[in-house]
């Protein structure tokens, strides 16, 4: 079954660097999402994603975030100055050919900000 | 965002038939109930989801009350690998986002 991949697995920063998160989704899939989840707390909904635009977002998600598609097959989250409270889980999902499908998650990448 | 609640844990023993509630007495005609999980360290895993009729797939059932005020998960034979944390999610038929609750915990014994 096909799979969505992220990398890294694991990310350790320090304070005001630049993080980027790349996700591979599934091939033939046109909907992308990024969650994060920080460590004991929900899964929260960042943003989503349908043909190269932001199609909805989160209060998170404000302007130090930023998604694109560069090459058409990975998804990349950027965090332009990592704050402490970036530090999460971070989920890339992905989802079929029409609004609503089935959203796949990716396994997650780990980010620790210092 | 329409609200869930779900109890925050269930034990069951391996092999046994485990239902999961969920009450979403605020649901709107065109809210579509989900189920997703999350195993431990991994992240969440399509369950099922359904909008008024009883649901079947390889891994669960969802039965959803007539008013759709409620509905409950059923799996129908616990494994050791069901242990994890289940989450009922409304989503409205103009959104594709998914608002996670805290869910309920699933332990399983052998």
């Known amino acids: 079954e096909p799979e969505v991949t992220q990398t890294p697995s694991h990310q350790v920063t320090q304070m005001g660097q630049e993080v980027i998160l790349r996700c591979v989704p599934i091939s033939n899939h046109l909907y992308f999402y990024w969650y994060r989840q920080i460590l004991g707390q929900k899964v929260e909904f960042l943003v989503s994603f349908y043909n190269n635009e932001i199609s909805e977002k989160s209060e998170i998600f404000d302007d130090q975030f930023s998604v694109e598609r560069p090459d058409g097959s990975n998804f990349t989250l950027k965090i332009r100055s990592t704050k402490l409270e970036d530090s999460a889980m971070y989920f890339c999902?992905?989802?079929?050919?029409?609004?609503?499908?089935?959203?796949?998650f990716g396994p997650g990448t780990r980010l620790l900000v210092l | 965002d329409a609200k869930t609640t779900q109890p925050n844990s269930m034990e069951s023993n391996e092999e046994e038939p485990v239902h999961l509630p969920c009450n979403h007495s605020?649901?709107?005609?065109?809210?579509?109930i989900h189920w997703y999980r999350q195993l431990p360290s991994q992240g969440p895993e399509y369950v099922i989801h359904?909008?008024?009729s009883n649901v079947n797939n390889r891994m669960a059932s969802l039965a959803i009350a007539e008013d759709r005020k409620s509905s409950t998960l059923i799996l129908h034979r616990a494994t050791l690998r069901d242990a994890a944390v289940y989450y009922c999610i409304l989503r409205s038929y103009n959104t594709d986002k998914l608002i996670f609750g805290t869910g309920t915990r699933l332990q399983v014994f052998p």
């Open positions: 999902a992905a989802a079929g050919v029409r609004v609503g499908e089935t959203q796949y």
């Open positions: 605020t649901i709107s005609g065109t809210d579509y």
């Open positions: 359904g909008l008024t």
